[in-house]
């Protein structure tokens, strides 16, 4: 793709709603007055272990040295989905289940003891690109709900993919488009000519 990495753009908007996403977490210690942050919790205080879900950039920004959440992995990357990617990855609608799948496991790699996680992505986006492959080859299927059907950067596959093949398409049956001659082959009929030739130009 001609899109570049919106990492480590500060001020990417994409990169802004992912971290957005809110993910389970659980307090490591007693936080007085903090009791807001968990709109079920009638007490003005979170006690040592309780449970929250908070946006992922709360979690991010937290003093590592001494933090105050501790962020759980959430059920679509738990052991029981992995079964289901497992089986058939193609089959699950990624785009209704998390709008940022793959970029949020991403971030939560990092507290992942097991690696489970990152290997997850892995197969799960390696078996989907290859459907995704055959999908972009045929970009006019009206009956292909994109947004529910791929996470953020599959769509962004997607697109890219169908433009790339219309582009080639096009090149094939020669519709708008101006193959010019390579420079090793001007060059190559330049010393081809003959001096007849060569003279006549000049005079």
Known sequence: MNIPSYRPNYYSLDDITVTQERVPCRTTQDLYMMGFLDASEKSTNLSNNHALELPLWAVLQQDERNPHFEAQIPDIYSAAYKEIYKADANYVELGALCKFYFELGIYLTRYDGTNSVSEMLHVTAQERMKVLKDLCQNVGNESLNVSSKFDF???????????????????????????????????????????????????
């Open 153 to 203: 950067i599959e769509r962004l596959l997607f697109n890219e993919g169908g433009k790339t093949n219309k582009l080639f398409d096009d090149w094939l049956q020669e519709k708008q488009v101006h193959i010019k001659s390579t420079e090793i082959a001007v060059n190559l009929r330049k010393r081809k000519r003959s001096p007849d030739v060569e003279a006549q130009e000049e005079q």
